[in-house]
C-alpha cells in the first residue's frame, strides 16, 4: 500500500466531495462549460439567471443557493409540483426581442425510435422548460444546441462521434416527419420558432452541436464532423485558448440565432 | 494491448480504498489503450470551418499506429494522469462556481458581501455538496498528493533500475 498516496488522495477528495462521484468530474466539466457560456451572454445583449427544477430563480438573497445536478441515471424534466429539488437550469432572455431560453444539464431527450438520449449541454426555448414542468417528462426532438462534453483522459474515438452523429439523427424531426409522431408529445423545437426542415443537412445547419474534450481526439475521428456540422473542440481547460475559443464561439452562435 | 505493470498494483489499491475507483478505471482503460496518435489542431480548425460551411472536402489521413505504454514507463504515466486529472477537475470546479457566481450576482444590485452557489451532485439518497472553500482545501491537498506520487514514482524508477 502507499499510505502517503491514500492519504492525500482522501484529502482531495473528502474536501471536494463531489468528486468522489463517479459522475462528479464529468459534472464539474460539464458546470464549467455551461455557466462559461452563459457569462458570455449578458455582453452579446441577454439577461441570464439560475433556475431551479420548479423554474423558480435562484436569488443572491435565498438560504438555498444550490446549483443542483444529477448524480445518477439521467432522466427527463421533473415536474415543477415535485419541489425545487431536481437538476437546476440557467435560464437567459434576449434584452430586446423577449425570446427566452433555458439551458439544460444532462438531460434526456425523445427520438423519433422513442429511445431517449441524454444531452451534456442542452439550449432549448423555454416554452419547452415550462410545458415539461406541468407534467414532468422528455421533449421529443432537437435541442438548439447540443454538446457532448468529454472529459475522460483518453483521446476521443470515431465511435465516439458515431454515436454523437446516431444521436443527433434520432433526434431531428424533419418536416416529412411530424405526421408520424405520435400525439401529444412535447417537440422541444416548437415549430412557431423553428421551422421543420426538409432534409437531414438542413437540420444539421441550423443547430448547433459540437464535441468537447478536455483531451484531444484520436486521428481519423475528425472524419464525420464536417459533413454532419459537428463542431470537434480539443483541449478545453480552464484558462486555456481553446476553451476561450469554443465558450465564445457557442455564446457568438446563440447570440445570431435566438432572439 | 499492454498488460498492466505489477509494480503499478499498489497505486490502483490506493485509489480504491480512497474512494477514487472511478480514476483507477480510466487509468487501467488509458493504459491498455495505449498512446494513439492525435489529430492535429489544424485539422479539428478546418472540420469546424466546413461545418459551418456545408463542407465535404474532407482529406482523409493514412492511418498510423498506437505505441504501448509498458514496463516502468507505466508508473510516469499513471502518476502524471492522475495529478492532471484531477487538477483539472478542481480547476473545472473552481472556475464553474465561480462563473455560476457572477451569473447570480449579474441582475442584482452590488451587497458588501456577494453570494456565493454551492454545486450539489444528487443521486437517489446520496447528496454531494461543495462550495468554493471546500475547493480551495482540495487544491492544497493536491499539493500533498503531487509530492507523494512524485516520491513514489521516483522510489519505484529506483527500484526498477
Known amino acids: 500500500m502507499l499510505p502517503r498516496v491514500e492519504s492525500a488522495l482522501n484529502a482531495v477528495l473528502g474536501a471536494a466531495v463531489t468528486l468522489q462521484h463517479a459522475n462528479g468530474p464529468g459534472r464539474a466539466f460539464e458546470l464549467y462549460v455551461m455557466t462559461g457560456v452563459a457569462i458570455r451572454l ?7 439567471w439560475l433556475q431551479r427544477s420548479d423554474g423558480t430563480r435562484v436569488s443572491p438573497t435565498d438560504p438555498d443557493r444550490r446549483f443542483i445536478q444529477r448524480g445518477g441515471k439521467p ?3 421533473s415536474p415543477a409540483a415535485s419541489g425545487p429539488g431536481n437538476a437546476s437550469a440557467i435560464g437567459l432572455r434576449h434584452k430586446s426581442s423577449g425570446a427566452a431560453w433555458e439551458i439544460w444539464n444532462g438531460v434526456q431527450f425523445r427520438g423519433r425510435s422513442s429511445a431517449p438520449h441524454e444531452i451534456d449541454l442542452a439550449l432549448v426555448p423555454e416554452q419547452t422548460g415550462a410545458q415539461l414542468r406541468l407534467t414532468g417528462g422528455m421533449a421529443l426532438g432537437r435541442p438548439w444546441v ?3 462534453c468529454k472529459d475522460v483522459g483518453t483521446a476521443g474515438s470515431l465511435d465516439e462521434m458515431r454515436a454523437f452523429v446516431a444521436r443527433m439523427y434520432d433526434l431531428t424531426v424533419l418536416h416529412g416527419h411530424r405526421r408520424y409522431l405520435p400525439t401529444g408529445q412535447v417537440i422541444c423545437s416548437g415549430p412557431a420558432i423553428y ?10 445547419q441550423a443547430a448547433f452541436s459540437a464535441i468537447v474534450r478536455r483531451t484531444r481526439f484520436a486521428r481519423g475521428s475528425a472524419a464525420m464532423t464536417a459533413y454532419y456540422s459537428v463542431r470537434p473542440y480539443a483541449q478545453v481547460v480552464v484558462n486555456a485558448p481553446e476553451a476561450t475559443q469554443f465558450l465564445d464561439e457557442v455564446a457568438d452562435w446563440i447570440a445570431i440565432h435566438c432572439h | 494491448m499492454a498488460s498492466v505493470d505489477v509494480r503499478l498494483l499498489p497505486l490502483i489499491e490506493a485509489l480504491n480504498s480512497a474512494g477514487a475507483v472511478w480514476i483507477a478505471t480510466e487509468l487501467l482503460d488509458a493504459i491498455a489503450r495505449g498512446h494513439v496518435p492525435l489529430e492535429p489542431p489544424e485539422r479539428l480548425k478546418m472540420a469546424r470551418i466546413l461545418s459551418d460551411e456545408l463542407g465535404t472536402d474532407w482529406s482523409e489521413e493514412p492511418e498510423s499506429a498506437t505505441s504501448a505504454i509498458e514496463g516502468l514507463a507505466q508508473i510516469g504515466f499513471a502518476t502524471q494522469y492522475i495529478e492532471t486529472r484531477l487538477t483539472d477537475a478542481i ?4 472556475a464553474g462556481l465561480l462563473q455560476a457566481d457572477d451569473i447570480l450576482d449579474s441582475d442584482e444590485r452590488p451587497r458588501a458581501r456577494p453570494a456565493e452557489i454551492s454545486q450539489s451532485i444528487e443521486d437517489g439518497e446520496q447528496v454531494l455538496e461543495v462550495d468554493r472553500a471546500a475547493v480551495g482545501n482540495a487544491r492544497l491537498a493536491m499539493e500533498q498528493l503531487s509530492s507523494a506520487l512524485r516520491e513514489w514514482r521516483l522510489q519505484a524508477e529506483a527500484e526498477g533500475q
Open chain 1, 75 to 77: 432522466t427527463g424534466i
Open chain 2, 91 to 94: 480547476n473545472y470546479l473552481e
Open chain 1, 146 to 148: 447540443s454538446v457532448e
Open chain 1, 195 to 204: 421551422p421543420a426542415p426538409v432534409t437531414y443537412r438542413d437540420a444539421n
Open chain 1, 42 to 48: 449578458p455582453p452579446r445583449g441577454f439577461d441570464v
